[in-house]
């Protein structure tokens, strides 16, 4: 039985496709949640009535829409000015006051969604890049 020793160029494509697929990585998980390319926070996490919090996301493209999703399951979506990849915002329970559609003062979870292009009129999307919640008491 004779064994064949591996040859240089054997060498060569091994460690091209090993850097490549390494390479690729990063891509293929940005702009997933928990990727590691974009995400989301809310400070402070949990908030009184009429309390400040301010969302931050970041690894977001260029254009980007945001969708809150209110406590009694209404939603506000619409474009967010994106700037180095990154957005933040202050909100708060009383936000909604001058809106006139959506009920102000709500408690509970507001849902935080970051999302790419959205196709109307039935609100969908294939992207998101991060979603995050704060909790109003």
Known sequence: MKIRKPTPTGFILAG????????????????????????????????GLDQNWTVSAWGLPS????????P?????????????????????SNMTASWG?????????????FVGRIKWPAGTYNQQYAQCTVVVY
């Open 16 to 47: 091209a496709a090993l850097v490549l697929s390494l390479a690729l990585v990063p891509a293929a998980l940005a702009g997933k949640p928990g990727g590691g390319g974009s995400g989301c926070s809310i400070a402070p996490g949990q908030v």
């Open 63 to 70: 254009t980007a829409n945001m969708i809150i999703t209110f």
């Open 72 to 92: 009694d399951g209404a939603t506000s979506t619409g474009p967010v000015t994106v700037s180095g990849g990154s957005y933040t915002a202050t909100g708060n």
């Open 101 to 113: 559609f959506i009920t102000p003062e709500q408690t509970g979870t507001y849902k935080y969604q």
